[in-house]
């Protein structure tokens, strides 16, 4: 899975890619369009979920359903949370307190990938961030 050029979608940046494709630059547009692989992290179906349940979030089918079809409409590859992962999210060095982003964090170096994201915190880990 690894290689510098395959990308992990953060919640926001896949949401932005449904909703509002201007907030994400067009060469990174460009980009998430033509790689080979696009992942999107499990963890971000538990943050939609949440942001639904919360209402701060609507969506025209339940989640489940909402992300499934994302994920084939926009040819994204899912990539689960596993023991490496969640151990490493816990090792991280406090600076991102967010514990779904510290997943998303701890996904991004195991499998170097590149991440698309708005949050520049993530870039004090070494991870490579595109937005």
Known sequence: MGGSRI???DTCALLWLVHDQKKISRPTLERINEEPVV???????FEIGLKCQ???LKLPVPPLEWIERIVEHHHLSLI???FDI???ATELPPIHKDPCDRFLIATA???RLQIVT???RFEAYGVTVLM
């Open 39 to 45: 992942y999107v992290s499990a963890i971000s179906g």
């Open 7 to 9: 990308k992990l979608l």
């Open 86 to 88: 969640c151990v490493k």
């Open 54 to 56: 919360a209402g701060k």
């Open 118 to 120: 708005a949050d520049t």
């Open 109 to 111: 170096i195991l499998n």
């Open 80 to 82: 689960g949370l596993d």
